[in-house]
């Protein structure tokens, strides 16, 4: 199938935007000490990833050529977007690129010129640190990558935290693309620098430590994520980090800067990849939940944006030279799109159990039955699923309140609709959608042909959520039962068929005896064939889209 795609909640606070901070005028210009941040609440389309295009510095005379070049961004950062001063720093570098002079890291420090000796200190210090790093890497015939940022950061640093605060102040205000080196960046030397999930970690984490600090400035983190061509590569960085989510934290404050880019651009896929990178952001925590998405549109919205982006079979990804990253992302998206669902699992079966074009997704308007087979397929009924923890929590937990919302929703709904009206039919094939989602999800797992203990963990996991989540009807509880002793047991005399799509086709004929036995009691119905209608609805329109 080809996609067409492009609890209660806390108490909802101001979503206000901070203004856009003016960029500063020239690289020598001196500015006062950030002040320290105030202490923070602790509570779709296709993704489109253009590659990035390595260092491609020519100079001819006074021409400067420096097209789709990185390092272009990078020197506008620190030449704060003056072109004069960005042109003159681009051809003192000449062709050894940005690490070739190690001598940007004075930017930082001199910035700091009237700040107290301590902070001008550790400046220093972290400086002198990168700039024996990237020299000691050059000799070696290598690049600055991962091993420098773990030698900096990591557990047997040489520095104080008030000199790690430095170091990475000083990576993302003047060479933000170490942060998230986790494509093929080729230097000079023709070398590439792959970043694992645990570094990633490690720099989000300590981009957190720095910002709440007060080293790392809200205008210097949005200038950060000015840098990064593709949005949602700075997002998935932060969103990697355990410290990063809380309001008015590093995910908060980039997130509310790709929504206002989101919002300012007219080039329509730019805004595609910077509302995926606020979705992303929005949904990393239950308190961003609360504090920046307040509305039932808002949270449907973020949820179809993110659950769009998790594909059991992501090719090429984010990341082309980085398999374990390109897992770690899928496991993010899932894991956010899984927080949210648990959230609000009610409001999003009242919005897409549809087969309609969903309003939550303007560019390529996927069918409401999209999204949910695509989130149901990379969580419920995926082998990541059964591992992925979501806020400390295993994943099952948070999916059997998203999944008991809804099921009671939609039961309930019908059931209290006069019998035999058209807005009660219209209720039941709502019903039937849904499940019919679940369906189109088993199916394309199926498909994957997963290897049997992938199927076994994705089984176990469809078999526990349903169980402790779905009362009704009451027939599903034998044949998940059945199923999960199949899975543990596989060895007995069990007749149950351990397979994914046999379980999602039983727990739906489970259900239709239960909607059957409804009938039984209100004759003048048409549940029965209102939910399969809207089950057989689902079928069609898959067809339609495997066919082409």
């Known amino acids: 199938m080809t996609l067409r795609t492009t609890k209660q909640l806390p108490s909802i606070r101001s979503t206000a935007l901070p203004a856009a901070a003016r960029l500063k005028q020239a690289a020598t210009a001196q500015t006062?000490?950030?002040?320290?941040?105030?202490?923070?609440?602790?509570?779709?389309?296709?993704?489109?990833?253009?590659?990035?295009?390595?260092?491609?510095?020519?100079?001819?005379?006074?021409?400067?050529?420096?097209?789709?070049?990185?390092?272009?961004?990078?020197?506008?950062?620190?030449?704060?977007?003056?072109?004069?001063?960005?042109?003159?720093?681009?051809?003192?570098?000449?062709?050894?690129?940005?690490?070739?002079?190690?001598?940007?890291?004075?930017?930082?420090?001199?910035?700091?010129?009237?700040?107290?000796?301590?902070?001008?200190?550790?400046?220093?210090?972290?400086?002198?640190?990168?700039?024996?790093?990237?020299?000691?890497?050059?000799?070696?015939?290598?690049?600055?990558?991962?091993?420098?940022?773990?030698?900096?950061?990591?557990?047997?640093?040489?520095?104080?935290?008030?000199?790690?605060?430095?170091?990475?102040?000083?990576?993302?205000?003047e060479h933000p693309e170490l942060l998230?080196?986790?494509?093929?960046?080729?230097?000079?030397?023709?070398?590439?620098?792959?970043?694992?999930?645990?570094?990633?970690?490690?720099?989000?984490?300590?981009?957190?430590?720095?910002?709440?600090?007060?080293?790392?400035?809200?205008?210097?983190?949005?200038?950060?994520?000015?840098?990064?061509?593709?949005?949602?590569?700075?997002?998935?960085?932060?969103?990697?980090?355990?410290?990063?989510?809380?309001?008015?934290?590093?995910?908060?404050?980039?997130?509310?800067?790709?929504?206002?880019?989101?919002?300012?651009?007219?080039?329509?896929?730019?805004?595609?990849?910077?509302?995926?990178?606020?979705?992303?952001?929005?949904?990393?925590?239950?308190?961003?939940?609360?504090?920046?998405?307040?509305?039932?549109?808002?949270r449907v919205k973020a949820f179809s944006t993110v659950a769009l982006q998790i594909d059991e079979q992501f090719q090429g990804g984010i990341y082309p030279s980085a398999e374990a990253l390109n897992a770690a992302a899928q496991d993010q998206f899932a894991e956010n799109a899984t927080r949210l669902f648990g959230l609000a699992g009610e409001e999003i079966a009242r919005n897409l159990a549809t087969t309609t074009d969903s309003p939550f997704n303007s560019e390529s308007a996927p069918r409401g039955t999209d999204i949910l087979a695509q989130f149901f397929a990379g969580t419920l009924l995926s082998p990541r699923g059964s591992e992925l923890q979501v806020d400390g929590r295993p994943a099952s937990e948070v999916l059997t309140r998203g999944f008991e919302a809804a099921y009671n929703y939609l039961w309930s709904q019908a059931e209290s609709l006069p019998p035999g009206s058209g807005s009660q039919n219209e209720a039941f094939q709502k019903v039937g959608v849904f499940l019919g989602a679940v369906d189109i999800a088993a199916e394309r797992v199926e498909r994957q042909e997963l290897e049997p203990e992938e199927e076994s963990k994705a089984l176990k996991l469809l078999a526990d959520v349903l169980l402790d989540a779905v009362k009704l009807p009451p027939g599903v509880g034998p044949i998940a039962e059945a199923l999960l002793d199949q899975v543990l047991n596989p060895d007995s005399n069990n007749t149950v068929n351990p397979s994914i799509e046999n379980f999602a086709q039983q727990y739906i004929q489970a259900y239709l005896d239960r909607v059957s036995d409804y009938e039984d009691l209100h004759p003048e119905t048409e549940a029965t064939n209102s939910v399969e209608n809207g089950y057989q609805e689902t079928q069609i329109e898959d067809q339609q889209d495997s066919d082409g």
């Not at 000490?33 to 296709?46: I, K, L, V, W």
């Not at 809200?218 to 355990?242: H, I, K, Q, V």
């Not at 929005?282 to 961003?288: D, I, M, P, W």
């Open 180 to 298: 998230t080196q986790s494509a093929e960046l080729p230097y000079t030397d023709g070398a590439t620098v792959v970043y694992g999930p645990e570094t990633q970690k490690l720099i989000a984490d300590a981009i957190a430590h720095a910002h709440e600090a007060g080293v790392l400035s809200d205008a210097e983190l949005r200038e950060t994520a000015s840098t990064f061509e593709n949005p949602t590569e700075f997002a998935l960085l932060l969103a990697l980090g355990d410290d990063t989510g809380e309001v008015g934290g590093p995910l908060d404050v980039v997130g509310q800067y790709y929504q206002q880019q989101a919002g300012r651009t007219d080039d329509p896929e730019a805004a595609s990849r910077y509302r995926v990178a606020t979705a992303l952001a929005f949904t990393s925590s239950e308190a961003l939940i609360a504090e920046r998405l307040p509305t039932e549109e808002a």
């Open 32 to 173: 006062a000490p950030a002040r320290p941040q105030r202490p923070a609440s602790r509570d779709t389309f296709e993704l489109k990833t253009p590659k990035k295009a390595g260092p491609q510095l020519q100079l001819s005379g006074t021409h400067l050529n420096a097209a789709a070049s990185l390092q272009l961004k990078t020197a506008a950062t620190v030449a704060h977007a003056n072109p004069l001063l960005t042109q003159a720093r681009l051809a003192a570098l000449g062709g050894k690129g940005i690490l070739g002079t190690l001598g940007l890291p004075g930017t930082r420090f001199n910035s700091l010129d009237g700040a107290p000796t301590a902070r001008r200190g550790d400046a220093q210090t972290a400086a002198e640190l990168y700039r024996q790093q990237a020299l000691e890497a050059s000799n070696a015939g290598g690049a600055y990558g991962a091993d420098e940022v773990y030698a900096a950061l990591g557990p047997d640093s040489p520095l104080t935290q008030a000199q790690k605060d430095e170091y990475i102040a000083l990576l993302a205000t």
